[in-house]
């Protein structure tokens, strides 16, 4: 069973970036596939990329497609979410999830805001 802290995330205006990361400890954390997900107030929490256990492959939600990359290094067992050309919209908490058929793990949830 894995284990997750989040970091980064934070205060940015528009167009602006940021990176959070996704801390992983325990073991087989290779085996995980990552989801990160965000959720505003009073609404449903929404998937937005995902990257797969060796990080071959990578999906993302419409709203951010081309704007967010997902990453991971299985040496540090560490994942990313790098987020680019920010937009007010994406104030939200963003969540990262580790999940295999089995476990799951969340981590803490990280607050970015996006404001002039």
């Known amino acids: 069973q894995v284990h997750l802290v989040q970091s980064g995330g934070g205060s940015v205006q528009p167009g602006g970036s940021l990176r959070l990361s996704c801390a992983a400890s325990?073991?087989?954390?290779?085996?995980?596939?990552v989801l990160w997900y965000r959720q505003r107030p009073g609404e449903e929490r929404e998937l937005v990329a995902q990257?797969?256990?060796?990080?071959?492959?990578?999906l993302y939600s419409d709203p951010v497609r081309c704007r967010f990359t997902v990453s991971r290094d299985n040496t540090k067992n560490m994942v990313w979410l790098q987020m680019d050309n920010l937009k007010f919209e994406d104030t939200a908490v963003y969540l990262c999830?580790?999940?295999?058929?089995?476990?799951?793990?969340w981590g803490q949830g990280t607050q970015v805001t996006v404001s002039s």
């Open positions: 999830q580790a999940r295999t058929g089995l476990d799951s793990a």
């Open positions: 325990g073991f087989g954390f290779s085996d995980y596939t």
């Open positions: 990257i797969s256990a060796v990080g071959r492959s990578t």
